[in-house]
């Protein structure tokens, strides 16, 4: 059997990255980020992976890295990418036996974070129109996502404290 591993899913923007290294820290388990992950293996950013490869290259690389990571012995905490429930075989491997917690937030939310960080340039998911780029993913993945959590945690108007405390909470329950 393997570890109970925490999993971050959810749309970009949400602060998977951030309140995962925080999770990591306050449990005491290594972190991994799957797009992070991805660019140091590939030696190529996501964008460029996506323009040079392909999209489905880069799910064949997130889905191998998942099935990498998930089954190990010590648990981790990881941050997926956004896209990650999209593969059938993905959303097998989070089902059942991780404690995987999504992070939602309103397609409001999202527009003013990405904007503010100016993450949407480096997502090509997110070229055009940033905000029916966000309605459009947050449409089509709500439900994958719905499908794979065993929580979920509305992040609208939390700073990533507060939703890392949330998510320790939601895990820690889980254990007891």
Not at 2 to 22: E, F, I, N, S, Y
């Amino acid at each position: 059997m393997t570890a109970q591993h925490v999993v971050l899913v959810g749309l970009m923007g949400t602060g998977k990255t951030t309140v995962g290294k925080r999770v990591a820290r306050e449990l005491g388990r290594e972190f991994h980020d799957s797009d992070a992950d991805i660019e140091n293996r590939e030696g190529l950013s996501v964008r460029e992976i996506f323009e040079a490869r392909g999209e489905s290259e880069f799910r064949e690389l997130e889905s191998a890295l998942l099935e990498r990571l998930l089954v190990s012995d010590v648990p981790l905490v990881l941050a997926t990418g956004g896209g990650v429930v999209l593969a059938e075989r993905n959303r097998r491997l989070l089902k059942g036996s991780h404690h995987v917690v999504w992070l939602r937030a309103t397609v409001d939310t999202l527009d003013s974070r990405l904007r503010v960080t100016k993450g949407a340039g480096r997502r090509p998911l997110l070229d055009g129109d940033l905000r029916e780029r966000l309605e459009t993913l947050s449409r089509d993945r709500s439900d994958l996502y719905q499908d794979v959590a065993t929580s979920t945690i509305d992040v609208d108007g939390l700073d990533s404290e507060r939703v890392c405390d949330l998510v320790v909470a939601c895990v820690r329950g889980d254990q007891q």
